[in-house]
C-alpha cells in the first residue's frame, strides 16, 4: 500500500483524502482520538484533542519512519482484532483503508465499537468497489487467476478485500451506529500516468453531478448511539398529575351529596 501510494494515482487518491478527513474531524471534540492504520495519511492533523495516536497492525505493517509520522500524534503497533484500550475510552477513531486490510474486518469494527464513548465518531475510508477503479481491479484478478497476465495487471494493492459502502453501512446499523454523512470522490480514469490524470481532471466535476455514487473512494462518519429510557421523570410526572385530578373529582363529588342532603 505504501509503494502505491507514491504513485501518481496514490498521490491524487491522498489529497482527496486529506481534503475531506481535514473537515470531517475538525469539529469533533473530546480527549482522545486514534487513527488505526495508514501513517502515511495525516487524519488527525486538523483535530484539536489533546491525546492522539497512529496505530498500524504489528502482525503485518512494517517500520515507519519517524518522518513519515503524522504531527503531534504518538504511534502504536498494536493488533487491530484486541485494541488495548478501556471500553468507552476513545471519542474519535479514523479507519482510513483499515477494514480493507485487516485480517477480521468485522471484528476490528466491533473493536472500534467497544472502545468509544456513547455519541463517539468514527470516520471510515475505503475504495469504492463499483467504481472504474475496482472494475479495473476485478479483471486485473481475473486474468491472474486465468493465468492471462504477463506482467502485474492490478491498478490497485494487491493486498485486501474491498469493502462496498452499502455493506459497511449494514454492518454499521447491526453494531448500533447511525450514519451521520457519507461521500464519494476520484472520478478520474484508473490510469498510471500523471499526464493522463491531469487531462481527466474535468471528470471529478461530472462524476460530482452525474455519477455521484461511482468514485474511486468513499469516507463514511458514523455516531455511537446508546439506545436507553429516559422517560422516568415524565412518567413520575404525569402518575402526580393524575393522582392531583382524581383528588379534586372526589372534592367535588363529596360537596355535590352534601348539598343533596
Known sequence: MASWLATPAGRYLLDWEQQHLDQAVADVFGFHALQLGLPELDALRSNRMPHRWVASDERAAPDVADEAL????????LDYDALPFDSASLDLVVLPHTLELAQDPHQTLREVERVLRPEGRVVVVGFNPASLWGLRQRLGRLRLGLGLARRQPLFLPPSGEFLGYRRL?????????????GRFGCYRLPVASERWLQRCAWMDEQGERWWPVFGAAYFVVAVKRVRGMRLVGLAREQRQR??????VATHKRREREEEIA
Open 70 to 77: 503524522p504531527r503531534a500524534a504518538l504511534a502504536l503497533q
Open 169 to 181: 453501512r449494514d454492518w454499521l446499523q447491526l453494531l448500533s451506529f447511525e450514519v451521520e454523512a
Open 242 to 247: 393524575a393522582k392531583a385530578g382524581a383528588v
